[in-house]
């Protein structure tokens, strides 16, 4: 489903950026590096899910109002033919969720409505990158984010938690953070933005990493399930229906 990754350019040598040229010379064409160029990610439709939300409140309101009434009759159930996972996993909206980082660097999730979108959460996980890859290769994952309960007027929504604690597969592994997405992501965010599933790699243009270091991402449409005001679930969907990693992140607050 995905599409190959991009390989651009690396940007010019530090001596040609800092030597201005004369008058009498030509300026030589640069090449623009992949974190300079113009980003065309759009802002997520919050206004529509507000009105959204707020149309969904009012219908609940006047159900719940309604008188319950109990059927003389009952009618056997009917199996749809879908596993149980699928049943659980398809009540959810769907987001768009990447993983991505330098192989001996941390990994860091982002969150999207849409590949075209600006990233709605950003969070460095507490894992390195080749680890996290591994873990994949070996079979299902399960990750899950744990914060503590915040009284009164400090309590935010859930995403907006700035610390959490992590596990992967029942180990802790150290603490997520919760980031405002900076030039590089945004960089990888529009790489992929013709990316709707898929892995691959990334040119990077990291100080630490040089810019010969490759950048790793896996990207994949998940379904966002709302347990509750301090519980969120994302379910990676394979496109292959049941082949490939199998990923679940939990978000809890307790």
């Known amino acids: 489903m995905g599409e190959s990754s991009h390989r651009t350019s690396a940007a010019s040598s530090w001596d040609d950026a800092r030597t201005p040229p004369t008058p009498s010379t030509p300026k030589a064409p640069t090449h623009t590096s992949p974190c300079q160029q113009p980003f065309s990610l759009v802002q997520p439709s919050q206004k529509n899910k507000k009105h959204k939300t707020k149309i969904i409140r009012a219908f609940r309101s006047v159900f719940r109002s ?44 982002s969150l999207q409505e849409s590949p075209k979108c600006l990233p709605s959460l950003v969070v460095e996980l507490a894992m390195q990158t080749n680890v996290l890859q591994k873990e994949l290769g070996a079979g299902m994952v399960r990750i899950a984010l744990e914060c503590g309960k915040r009284a009164g007027k400090d309590r935010v929504k859930l995403l907006d938690e700035p610390l959490w604690t992590m596990y992967c597969n029942g180990k802790k592994t150290g603490h997520g953070v919760k980031r405002e997405a900076r030039e590089e992501d945004l960089n990888v965010m529009e790489h992929l933005k013709a990316v709707s599933m898929g892995a691959g790699m990334l040119p990077g243009s990291s100080e630490t990493e040089g810019q010969d270091g490759e950048l790793a991402y896996i990207r994949a449409y998940f379904d966002r399930v709302v347990g509750s005001k301090d519980s969120e679930t994302f379910y990676m969907l394979s496109p292959d229906g049941n082949d490939g990693p199998e990923l679940s992140i939990f978000l809890v607050r307790i």
């Not at 749809?80 to 860091?108: A, E, M, Q």
């Open 66 to 109: 309604l008188p319950i009434i109990t059927p003389t009759c009952k009618f056997p159930s009917v199996s749809v033919g879908l596993p149980i996972d699928s049943r659980k996993v398809n009540s959810g909206s769907r987001v768009t969720g990447t993983l991505f980082g330098y192989r001996k660097g941390r990994v860091s999730l």
